[in-house]
């Protein structure tokens, strides 16, 4: 099963290698070309600062599978409006949303 985080800044996805549940800690960070997200069901966990000062990036989807949300995540992602958390998050790391002015 191929799994894609859908990046939105045109068409650009990124595949997930099979067996991996986790987006990697720093995956993203600083990339400012993205504007959104769109996290696949399956993934488990946000790792460390995956997103972090990723200062355009205003919509995140995650799916109801996520249950971590690694420290500093997105940390200073300023445009970033709203988020939804799902249910089934049972950990979410210190700062993970520091520096999110516009998080309502």
Same mark, same amino acid.
């Given at each position: 099963m191929e799994i894609l985080l859908e990046?939105?800044?045109?068409?650009?996805?990124?595949?997930?290698?099979? /067996?991996?549940?986790?987006?990697?800690a720093y995956a993203f960070r600083g990339r400012t070309d993205i504007v959104g997200v769109?996290?696949?069901? /399956?993934v488990t966990g946000i790792g460390r600062g995956a997103f972090e000062e990723?200062?355009?990036?205003?919509?995140?989807?995650?799916?109801?599978?996520?249950?971590?949300?690694?420290?500093?995540?997105f940390f200073t992602c300023?445009?970033?409006?709203?988020?939804?958390?799902?249910? /089934?998050?049972t950990k979410i790391g210190n700062f993970a949303f520091q520096g999110c002015e516009n998080l309502k």
């Open positions: 990046l939105i800044n045109g068409s650009e996805r990124v595949k997930i290698p099979e /067996g991996e549940t986790e987006i990697e769109t996290i696949p069901e /399956g990723c200062k355009n990036l205003k919509k995140i989807t995650i799916p109801g599978s996520v249950t971590e949300i690694g420290r500093r995540a300023t445009d970033l409006k709203s988020i939804r958390i799902p249910e /089934g998050v």
